[in-house]
């Protein structure tokens, strides 16, 4: 039984997490802006807190908290609060490790597929590709050093660049299930990786229970999805048509403005480094999708 320490606790993934992690006996501790549990404590960015007590006995960190990519605009505010949110947490954990002088076991935290940029590309990026150059890959750049850090404490990290979260619970199927997505989006080609949420559960509990699982992996399924075809998949397990004709790139751009490029952009990731340590509950969108909406 591990003690293990979840920023971002209370979104969608942390709150599965916590139940998968508890169920493998594990004590997990929520780092919270507003702790209403017994297993809650308070850490405050714009202060700088921290509850010491979160830390008593700690073997890992999980890192998840940011405020999420998809929910506003990206004017310039909310750009420096998209990069905040995760390199600022990263570097308060790390700075409060390194002071109270815990022997972290691991250190183990999100990014995103976005690593690569969002690119319309026939490449299939690996973990060994370089980063992209835009603002979604810097996002991932930030983020990925801020995690790193820990590794100058000699603490092992471990980083899995996420794909699209496939969950009935929110997440990018909610935002999906709607009229205008239930639509081939641009020239619909775009590829989008996948993972349902339990395997990235999964994912981060072998990061904490075996102890060869670390390093960079792309955190996505064998399968490969264009735009057209996942979204084809979904209106047929929800038995809802899809729309027979595309929404215009221009008419996401008027309304999503540079955010627009997250949907209308994408490429295949490898799963080749991750299939070595982890196989995979959900390698089939339609299996996947079934699960989710109990078809």
Partial sequence: ????????????????????????????????????????????????????????????????????????????????????????????????????????????????????????????????DSAGTDFISKICIEWEKAANQFKQLNVPVTILRTSIVLSKNGGALKKMNTPLFLSALGNGKQYMPWIHIDDLCNLYIKAVEDKTFTGIFNAATTEHQTNASFTKTLGSVLKKPMTPFNVPSFILKIILGELSVIILKGSRVSSKKIATHYSFKYTKLQEALANIYNK
Avoid at 59 to 82: F, M, P
Wanted: proline letters at 2%; aromatic letters at 8%.
């Fill in 1 to 128: 039984m591990s003690k293990i320490v979840i920023t971002g606790g209370t979104g969608l993934i942390g709150k599965l997490l916590q139940q998968k992690l508890e169920a493998n006996k594990h004590n997990v501790v929520i780092l919270t802006r507003n702790p209403k549990k017994e297993n809650h404590f308070k850490w405050d960015l714009s202060s700088n807190f921290i509850d010491d007590k979160a830390f008593e006995n700690v073997d890992y960190i999980i890192h998840l908290a940011g405020a999420g990519i998809a929910d506003k605009r990206w004017i310039t505010a909310r750009k420096k609060e998209l990069i905040d949110s995760r390199v600022q947490s990263a570097t308060l954990l790390f700075s409060k490790i390194k002071e109270l002088n815990i022997p972290l076991k691991g250190f183990i935290s999100s990014s995103g597929i976005s690593y690569y940029g969002a690119i319309n590309s026939e490449n299939i990026f690996t973990e060994k």
